[in-house]
C-alpha cells in the first residue's frame, strides 16, 4: 500500500529524492527543508553529488536518511532507466532496515510518478515464501514497508497501483510450485476474484465435459497427468451494449516436462513457468475487475500439465481436436499450441469474439529471436498490431512484431493428417510456424499471438526492474490496451 500526497513533509524514517542533473546544476531545491538545502549545497560544492543517472548518496540529518537518487539529465531521460535507478535506491542497504519511506518525486510529469510507483511495487517484489529467515537478520521485508509518494502530479495514482497489484499475482502464481499451482487453484484463484461480480459468469470444463464435446487435443496433453484438466472461460460484461468481446487466452500448462520427448536437464527445472499466460489473463482480470473497466471480454485459461509417463500421449499418434482437425503429433514438447488450438477452436465457435488475443510461452525459438526483454508479437491484423504497440510503448511491457504471410501453411503441413504440431523446416523460424499452427484455429477472427517465453519468467540477477523469477509480462501491456480499446 502506498499513502499519496502532493508535496513531501519528510516525516518517514527515510526519504528517497530523485534529483535530475538539471536541478544540480540549476539548484533548485526549493522543497528542501533547510538542513538538507544546507547539505545539498556543500555536496555540490564539492562536487560529490551530480545526479548522474544511478547515482545514490546518503545524506543523514538528525535521525532521518535523506537518500539522493541521481535520475540524470531530463532531456535524454528513459523512463525504463529511472525505474532501473528507483529500484536499485530502494533495495541499497542503506535502506535496508527501515521501515516507512517517504518517495519525493519533484517532476510534475504523472508518468513519472507512476514509473516510481512501478519502481516501488514491481521493482521491489521479491519471490521468498521458501525463504527461512534468520533470527539475526534485522531487515525489513520489502513487502511489509510503508511507503509515502509525495508527487505534484494530478492524475489518480491508485490505477496504476492497481495495475501493479495484477502483475504480481501473476508473478505469485508462476513463481510458486507446480504441484501447488494446479488446475484447481487456478480454478479457486478466479472463483475468488469473480465472487459476487454480477456482470461475470463462468462456464467450466473438466476432463468429463471435455470428453463430451471432443477436445481431443488438451485431454492428449493432459493425459499422462493424475491431475484435471481445465478450460475455464469467465465472460466478464463491462459494457453497455452486447457483443463487441476480446477474448484473452491464455496456456495454463502447469508443469512441462515435454512428455516422451522428455526436456533435458539445464531446460526442464524452470518448467513450472509454463502457465505464465494463464497467470497474465488472471492478473489482467483481477486488473478489469478493480478497474471496473467498460468493456466486454472473455478470459480463457487452458490448463493442463504436459507429463511423461505409461499413459502419456505419443510423438507420432494423430489425434483430433475440437475443430475436427486432425493433429500429427510431431513433438509431445509443441504441446501448448495445441491446448490453445481446441480453446480457440471452443471459443471461436461458441462465444464468436470479435477478436482475439493469446498469450503463451510458447517457444524457446523465441528466446533465441528476441531474448529477454521483447515479447514477440504476431497478428493477422495490422491496426490491431499498432494498437497493442501503442500499449507497449505506454507500459515498457514490451512486444516486437513477427510476421504471419500465407505461404506459411505449408509449414505445418502433414501427410498423415489435416496439420503437423511440428514447424518444417526443422528449426527454421519456429515461433513463426507455431503462431501459424495457432493461426489456422482461429476461422479468420481478428488475432494477435504473444509469445512470452523469453519475458514471463528470468533467472539469475534478473532484467530490467525484475528481480529473479517470473515477470507478469503481458499483464500491463494487455491491460492498456483493454483500457484504450
Ligand atoms: N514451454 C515450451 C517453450 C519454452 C521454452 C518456454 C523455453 C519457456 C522457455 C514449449 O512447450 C516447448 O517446449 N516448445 C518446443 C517446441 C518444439 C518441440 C517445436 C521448443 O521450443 O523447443
Ligand atoms: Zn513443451
Ligand atoms: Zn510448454
Redesign the pocket.
Known sequence: MITYRTSAKFDSQASVILISKDQVKSKKFNFFNKSLKDQISVLNQSNQFTGEDGQLFPVMIKKQVNLLVGIGAKKDMSLTALRISVRKALLSPTLSRVKDIEVIVHDKDDEVAKAVIESILIGTYAWKKYVTKDKSDKSVENSSKKYTLAAAGKSDFKDSETICAGVNLARDLINDNADTVTSDLLEKTIRQLVKGKKNISIELLNKKEMKAKKLGLHLAVNQGSNKEPKLIIVKYSGAAKKGNYTAFIGKG?TY?T?GI?L?PSG?IE??R??MSGAAAVIGTLKNTIALNLKKNILFVIAVAE?AIGSFAYKPGDVIRGYSGKTVEIG?T????RLVLADAIAYVVKNYKPARLIDIA?????C?VALGHDYTGLMTNDDKFSRHLVRSSNDTDDRVWRLPIYPELKKSVSSKIADIRN??YPKGAA?TVT?AEFLHQFTDGTTWAHLDI??T??EEGQGRLYFGHGATGAGVRLVTNYLQNN
Not at 333 to 336: L, M, N, S, T, V
Not at 361 to 365: E, N, Q, V, Y
Request: glycine content about 20%; charged content about 15%; cysteine-free.
Open positions: 500448462i512441462d515435454g520427448n526436456k531446460h524452470t518448467m513457468m509454463d504436459n513433438n514438447d509443441a504441446e501448448g510461452t510458447l517457444t524457446g525459438a528466446v511440428l514447424g519456429g507455431a517465453a523469453g514471463a519468467f
